[in-house]
């Protein structure tokens, strides 16, 4: 059939284990922002808040194919990130609502997480700072010889930024070990990247610096894993950054404040009921009779639980003192 719902993703390399795991953390993403979004409209998460409903297979794909020890690094667009790195979601969640248990410690809000613990480096405010950030953290795993890799994630609008030619480059001339990610969901805001970009094929970005580049159906995971496994062992070889253009979908607005009327219901319908990466992956489960529907809903079921877990702790959690302003504002070396 022509649906691309009814079209298989690509057959699974993985083990059933690993499988399951790639619908398990899906499923945890789409779950977390689906509460962070009714915790917003309810007034208890304040300032920015960009959810990642739609673009689930992106991260959960590429962590499968990296190390615990390599690093992570991205833009405002960030819980996913942070979840599949494995984040507490009651940390998060914590944070989200401006909470003393927080990731941050209520001070940074959806946008501004970090885990030393964990290598995620954030989560960045400013549009393309994550990428030159990232190249700096590639530069330190060479400079260290210490054999990781680091993916700097950045969206369809970033990649138009200076700093982020200047960071292809740099990595380019030093052959840093880095995989720019370009999470491509067809809007940098409200504008659509026909309007935005001279030349839309974004992998190929990096031709004039000799960086290799890849586009992928960002809405099937195990594309993503297999991608991900390719542009990993480039970098880690010594050869240098690559480019994977993830061809994904949000589903919601830009932000939470964003209605998103640039773009017509019937386009944002047409993409969940054709293209979803958890309904694709549930299909494909089911189909190849690695898991049945009563083990996947079962599943479902743990991870509302902890879901639900994560936003009681957030609502038990104190705020932070007036005085905790005043706190990591200053690191003596």
């Known amino acids: 059939m022509a649906a691309a719902s009814k079209r298989k993703p690509t057959a699974p390399e993985a083990g059933t284990a690993d499988v399951l795991t790639f619908f398990r953390q899906m499923l945890l993403i789409r779950r977390f922002e689906e509460k962070a979004g009714q915790l917003y409209g309810m007034g208890l998460i304040g300032g920015f808040c960009h959810l990642y409903i739609g673009q689930e297979a992106v991260v959960v794909g590429m962590e499968a194919a990296m190390r615990a020890s390599d690093t992570v690094i991205t833009g405002y667009r960030d819980h996913g990130h942070m979840l599949v790195k494995g984040m507490d979601p009651k940390g998060v969640m914590a944070e989200l609502t401006g909470r003393r248990g927080g990731y941050s410690k209520g001070k940074g809000g959806s946008m501004h997480m970090f885990s030393r613990e964990k290598n995620f480096f954030g989560g960045h405010g400013i549009v393309g700072a994550q990428v030159s950030l990232g190249t700096g953290l590639a530069f330190a795993h ?5 054999g990781n890799v680091c993916a700097a994630y950045l969206g369809d609008g970033a990649v138009n930024q200076g700093q982020v030619s200047e960071s292809f480059n740099m990595a380019a001339l030093w052959k840093l ?51 991900g496994d390719k542009a990993v062992a480039h970098a880690r070889s010594g050869k240098g950054p690559y480019i994977l253009e993830m061809m994904t979908y949000r589903y919601r607005g830009h932000s939470m404040s964003d209605p998103g009327k640039y773009r017509s219901k019937e386009e944002v319908a047409r993409m969940r009921q054709e293209h979803d990466p958890i309904d694709r992956l549930r299909e494909r489960l089911v189909a190849d009779g690695l898991a049945d529907e009563d083990a996947l809903k079962a599943i479902d ?32 070396a």
Do not use: C, W
């Not at 004039?208 to 099937?220: F, L, T």
């Not at 995971?221 to 991608?227: D, E, G, M, Q, T």
């Open 177 to 227: 070990p880095v995989v720019y990610v370009i999470e491509n969901n067809k809007y940098g805001m409200g504008t659509s990247i026909d309007r935005a970009s001279a030349r839309t094929e974004l992998h190929l970005r990096g031709q004039s610096y000799g960086i290799p580049g890849q586009s992928v159906d960002g809405m099937d995971v195990v594309a993503v894993k297999a991608a």
């Open 142 to 146: 060479k400079y260290l010889d210490n």
């Open 301 to 332: 079921r743990e991870v509302r639980d902890l879901v639900s877990a994560a936003t009681e702790f957030a609502q038990a959690s104190p705020e932070p003192d007036p005085a905790e302003l005043y706190t990591d504002v200053l690191v003596r």
